[in-house]
């Protein structure tokens, strides 16, 4: 089983950065890709961005330039920097991990952009 703990959320003014973290633990294999999904209020979870194992980066076009995903393989830790932050940028955050075929979300982090 993997387990996923979020951390870095909170309340910002627009304009402003955040940094979420998403450690994850138990049976983690080496090959796998790690990111972050989000899903406002009355709307379908979306993709943010995504890492593979090498570094290949993936960004929802709505966030390109504004953040930056980043991993560490040896905590097996992901990373969201966010800057540039804007009130449709508010949802909760989820981290995702996908390994052989199987997918595991932590259990989300709010992020609230005010105007």
């Known amino acids: 089983q993997v387990q996923l703990v979020e951390s870095g959320g909170g309340l910002v003014q627009a304009g402003g950065s955040l940094r979420l973290s998403c450690a994850a633990s138990?049976?983690?294999?080496?090959?796998?890709?790690m990111g972050w999904n989000r899903q406002a209020p009355g709307k379908q979870r979306e993709l943010v961005a995504t890492?593979?194992?090498?570094?290949?980066?993936i960004y929802a076009d709505s966030v390109k330039g504004r953040f930056t995903i980043s991993r560490d393989n040896a905590k097996n830790t992901v990373y969201l920097q966010m800057n540039s932050l804007n009130p449709e940028d508010t949802a909760v955050y989820y981290c995702?991990?996908?390994?052989?075929?199987?997918?595991?979300w932590g259990q989300g982090t709010q992020v609230t952009v005010s105007s």
């Open positions: 995702r991990l996908v390994q052989r075929g199987l997918v595991s």
């Open positions: 138990g049976s983690i294999f080496s090959i796998n890709s």
């Open positions: 890492i593979t194992g090498d570094g290949n980066t």
